[in-house]
């Protein structure tokens, strides 16, 4: 069973950063790709950004130059680092891995609220 454990949400006003953790407990070399989704109450979940197993990176235009993807293979974990939030990004916010062969995994989510 593979289970994504998200962390690092919270409330933080405008202007402000987070950073989101993505632990699995297993080892994440073995996907091909992991990322970040979000949804917005009454929203559809978005992608946010992704990362490939050989590093390449893919962000929404909402996220690029102001957030950034990274994983740790030796911790199990990727993480999301969001700079200059703005309120529009408020969502849960969701830890995606997908494999070569057509597994997919999800996070329960968290949630980031950007509010003054």
């Known amino acids: 069973q593979v289970n994504l454990v998200e962390s690092g949400g919270g409330l933080v006003q405008p202007g402000g950063s987070l950073r989101l953790s993505c632990e699995v407990n297993g080892m994440i070399s073995v996907f091909s790709i992991m990322g970040w989704y979000r949804q917005a109450t009454g929203n559809q979940r978005e992608s946010v950004a992704n990362v490939t197993g050989g590093g390449n990176v893919i962000y929404s235009d909402s996220a690029r130059g102001r957030f950034t993807i990274s994983k740790d293979n030796a911790k199990n974990t990727v993480y999301l680092r969001m700079n200059t939030l703005r309120a529009e990004d408020t969502a849960v916010y969701y830890c995606?891995?997908?494999?070569?062969?057509?597994?997919?995994?999800w996070g329960q989510g968290t949630q980031v609220t950007v509010s003054s």
């Open positions: 995606y891995a997908g494999t070569d062969w057509g597994r997919e995994f």
